[in-house]
């Protein structure tokens, strides 16, 4: 199973004493399983975004270490701010998705019990790397827009915990991929 999958279970689809009830149910169940998936897509969509911000990182990572043609570095730039600011839009939208889900599931109730796995499922280490690498990469790309406004002990810092980060994401994600 995807890392970014989350199993549920249905049973008791059966029909409702009046037409109208069931028809309200089934519309409430499809309504759920509507925000389920959209929640699930939304998040496998962040973490592929916060992900692909890795490469541009390496770029401006590069540039921090030895200064690239000006160029270069505002393609990385835009790049990472773009799959940057995807990520945090699409995260915010599998949250909604998520609150929308949890606030129509009582209205099945009538056709279908739905059931999720006890507690939230917790995020793939990969994912949370992946996040922190994100994070990490911020003072780079400050670097990549005005390189006098950061101190270079902080951009080292930066750089140093954005490879660490970036580096055991990758070999979290081979775990995940190969188990």
């Given at each position: 199973?995807?890392?970014?999958?989350?199993?549920?279970?249905?049973?008791?689809?059966?029909?409702?004493?009046?037409?109208?009830?069931?028809?309200?149910?089934?519309?409430?169940?499809?309504?759920?399983?509507r925000a389920l998936f959209a929640s699930q897509r939304l998040n496998c969509a962040t973490v592929a975004y916060a992900q692909g911000s890795?490469?541009?990182?390496?770029?401006?990572?590069?540039?921090?270490?030895?200064?690239?043609?000006?160029?270069?570095?505002?393609?990385?730039?835009?790049?990472?701010?773009?799959?940057?600011?995807?990520?945090?839009?699409?995260?915010?939208?599998?949250?909604?998705?998520?609150?929308?889900?949890?606030?129509?599931l009582p209205a099945t109730r009538r056709v279908a019990r739905v059931e999720f796995p006890a507690g939230e499922r917790s995020p793939a280490?990969?994912?949370?790397?992946?996040?922190?690498?994100?994070?990490?990469?911020?003072?780079?790309?400050?670097?990549?827009?005005?390189?006098?406004?950061?101190?270079?002990?902080?951009?080292?810092?930066?750089?140093?915990?954005?490879?660490?980060?970036?580096?055991?994401?990758?070999?979290?994600?081979?775990?995940?991929?190969?188990?």
């Amino acid at each position: 199973m995807p890392f970014c999958c989350e199993p549920f279970y249905a049973s008791g689809m059966g029909s409702a004493t009046s037409p109208r009830e069931g028809t309200a149910g089934e519309e409430a169940l499809a309504d759920v399983l509507r925000a389920l998936f959209a929640s699930q897509r939304l998040n496998c969509a962040t973490v592929a975004y916060a992900q692909g911000s890795a490469l541009p990182s390496l770029v401006l990572w590069v540039h921090a270490q030895r200064p690239l043609p000006s160029l270069v570095v505002w393609i990385a730039v835009l790049a990472w701010a773009v799959f940057t600011l995807l990520a945090l839009s699409l995260g915010i939208a599998a949250r909604r998705q998520r609150t929308r889900l949890w606030a129509l599931l009582p209205a099945t109730r009538r056709v279908a019990r739905v059931e999720f796995p006890a507690g939230e499922r917790s995020p793939a280490a990969s994912s949370i790397l992946s996040s922190l690498a994100v994070v990490a990469a911020g003072p780079l790309w400050i670097h990549g827009l005005a390189p006098h406004h950061v101190s270079p002990p902080l951009l080292a810092a930066s750089g140093v915990s954005w490879l660490g980060l970036a580096t055991f994401s990758l070999g979290a994600r081979c775990l995940e991929h190969w188990s």
